[in-house]
């Protein structure tokens, strides 16, 4: 039996918290909108943080339902004109696809808690392919490397490259 089908629980992770949410929507949506509506980080990571990989709900439920929160915080807290204040102080236009964003990279905290093992690794990379998903790629790509044919590495790796800004990979992602 490989570790894959035993599974390997990663051992003491972190829970998903408020602060973790707030780092990472912050540059997208403005410290204003999270200082003053503190309510939606903390919504979300609760939501993140329930989120059991092993249940019935696939990921794609989740990221919905993050997205949906995201809508309806920023509506409820720019009465209706979705437009946030971002770090250099400009007015910005949240449109629908920046939603979809938000809601992915917010995805990112729950994909590292995936443990290594089959399961996990089959709803990780379904989910990658259909949403084109930075997080669910890297997960695959850095912990699944002995998973990954050299021609499905090479494969992601031009899928990211050509689909990614580089910042958002440089770190981890060996061509």
């Known amino acids: 039996m490989s570790r894959y089908e035993k599974g390997q629980e990663d051992a003491a992770m972190p829970p998903i918290t ?3 949410v707030f780092f990472l929507l912050e540059p997208l949506v403005g410290l204003p909108l999270l200082l003053a509506h503190s309510e ?3 919504e ?3 939501m993140l943080a329930a989120y059991d990989w092993r249940g019935e709900e696939p990921p794609d439920t989740l990221c919905a339902n993050v997205e949906s929160a995201l809508f309806n915080g920023i509506y409820a807290y720019t009465d209706g004109r979705m437009t946030v204040q971002d770090v250099r102080g400009k007015q910005k236009k949240v449109y629908t696809d920046a939603l979809s964003q938000m809601a992915e990279a917010l995805m990112g905290p729950v994909f590292e808690r995936f443990p290594v093992c089959e399961r996990a690794f089959e709803m990780l990379n379904d989910y990658a392919l259909r949403h084109l998903s ?3 790629l890297k997960r695959l790509y ?4 002995d998973r990954l044919h050299p021609e499905n590495r090479t494969l992601f790796t031009r899928v990211i490259t050509e689909n990614f800004p ?3 990979y440089q770190d981890w992602l060996a061509e």
């Open 166 to 168: 580089e910042e958002a």
């Open 142 to 145: 850095t912990r699944y490397p």
């Open 40 to 42: 939606l980080s903390s």
């Open 44 to 46: 979300i990571a609760a």
């Open 134 to 136: 930075l997080p669910a």
């Open 18 to 20: 408020q602060d973790d």
